[in-house]
């Protein structure tokens, strides 16, 4: 019985050194970090600095399903595209944010990720 | 829909991964998770058939069937950290699923009979995903660690028919034309991401698509693939709106006829999707709702 014991406190000891146990590599974690701008936010940060670009993109993807109109994600997800080679894509996403306040700390990102892109204009072009 | 069940979650990374389904009588075929939803989507129960409304955090089981109405999205984060979304007027179904992390053995199945989708390859564990396949009614879409997007339905041939490359004079079968776009990662990619790409087969054709932009027309069983050719930027507007998460107006757009109550079927259940009430078929309305990404009624917590 106290070898049973033994066994299973060690293999819970593994399983919580392990990476899939990680906060950040569990989906339900993944998932519930979401639901909040900032929470969700540096969840996307934190998957770009080890090299997830993939995994931010699906994180901000669902920030973005419950803040559509927050423009600091937007601006990172375009940027994330142009890192992933999709160009054609992150102009599409920039354009979304036409009409939209974009801080020059923020454009900064972009253009550090795209290159030259030309800013979203201040106010929505006329239809 | 009916393919070999394959699903295992061996080894004692998988089994923490699926810690959280430990509960669930359906530990086994438990696949992923619904990880966003907006507006209407409904799950048809694989052994069930019956037709409930999807709440974010539940798992998502093998053959289980994803249908979204208009202007509607489900994000399915899958256990191996592949992103599926689900995008307006779909028909959805993981129908394959192999994630054993200790021999890194990973292989993922999709069928998409209707709609708008958009497939992430995952990178659990740090490590790159393994073979994937997307199917739609003409085309199989093998997939090599990437990002594509998809649309199956009346919207391939609506946004197809606009591109220089297919035209009008195209015919095509509305159930079974598909439009399928290469996003990324291409051969400039950044970082430690390599480029991918997927195979398409149509019939006895395979077309490689191996950069960010390229797309591939399947307009009907029988008919020759077009392409690859670059998508315009109005067509790949056309297709994001189906899957778009900004608050505008589009996402596919309400049809004639109604997509709602098609979305139950006959099964005839009362359920609250979002906030539009729907008991037996008939639905009285309610002021247009938040998405479940944030605090919902409909969340579990």
């Not at chain 2, 619904?34 to 048809?44: E, L, Q, S």
């Not at chain 2, 592949?82 to 200790?102: E, H, I, M, Q, S």
């Not at chain 2, 997927?198 to 490689?208: E, F, H, K, N, R």
């Not at chain 2, 757009?253 to 109604?258: D, F, I, L, N, T």
Request: glycine content about 12%; overall charge positive.
């Amino acid at each position: 019985m106290v070898r049973m014991l033994r066994l299973l406190l060690g293999l819970s000891a593994v399983a919580l050194l392990s990476p899939a146990a990680s906060a950040q590599d569990d989906p339900d974690s993944l998932v519930t970090a979401t639901r909040q701008l900032d929470s969700g936010v540096a969840l996307a940060r934190r998957q770009i600095a080890a090299n997830d670009l993939t995994g931010a993109l699906g994180t901000l993807e669902r920030v973005l399903f419950a803040y559509p109109e927050v423009v600091p994600p937007r601006l990172l997800y375009a940027s994330l595209l142009c890192r992933l080679d999709d160009r054609q894509g992150a102009e599409l996403e920039l354009g979304l944010l036409a009409g939209k306040a974009i801080a020059d700390s923020d454009w900064a990102g972009v253009t550090a990720a795209c290159g030259a892109m030309p800013r979203p204009p201040r106010k929505r072009p006329k239809r | 829909m009916n393919r070999p069940v394959l699903t295992r979650l061996g080894g004692l990374a998988a089994f923490t991964a699926a810690a959280g389904m430990a509960s669930s009588p359906v530990l086994a075929q438990a696949v992923g998770v619904n990880a966003a939803i907006r507006n209407k989507v409904i799950i048809v129960g694989a052994a069930t058939k019956k037709a409930r409304p999807a709440v974010l955090r539940e798992r998502v089981i093998l053959n289980d069937e994803v249908r979204t109405g208009a202007a509607s999205q489900l994000q399915i984060l899958l256990l191996d950290r592949t992103t599926f979304t689900v995008g307006a007027n779909a028909r959805v179904a993981v129908d394959r699923f192999v994630y054993d992390p200790a021999r890194n053995s990973r292989s993922t199945g999709v069928s998409v009979t209707r709609g708008a989708f958009r497939f992430m390859s995952g990178r659990a564990l740090g490590r790159p995903s393994g073979p994937a396949t997307v199917r739609t009614p003409v085309a199989t879409i093998g997939v090599r660690g990437t990002i594509f997007e998809g649309v199956v339905g009346e919207d391939a041939i609506r946004i197809a028919e606009h591109e220089a490359a297919v035209g009008k004079k195209v015919k095509a079968k509305k159930e079974e034309a598909s439009l399928i776009v290469l996003r990324g990662p291409g051969p400039r990619t950044q970082g430690d991401t390599g480029p991918g790409a997927i195979d398409v087969t149509v019939g006895a054709s395979q077309v490689t698509l191996d950069r960010p932009g390229l797309a591939l027309y399947a307009p009907r069983v029988g008919a020759p693939p077009i392409g690859p050719f670059p998508i315009s930027s109005a067509g790949l507007l056309a297709l994001q709106s189906l899957l778009r998460t900004t608050a505008e107006p589009g996402g596919g757009g309400k049809k004639k006829g109604g997509t709602d109550e098609a979305l139950l079927g006959a099964a005839g259940v009362a359920a609250v999707v979002g906030g539009g009430l729907i008991l037996g078929g008939k639905k009285k309305r309610r002021p247009p709702e938040r998405p479940q990404s944030g605090k919902s009624p409909n969340s579990p917590n």
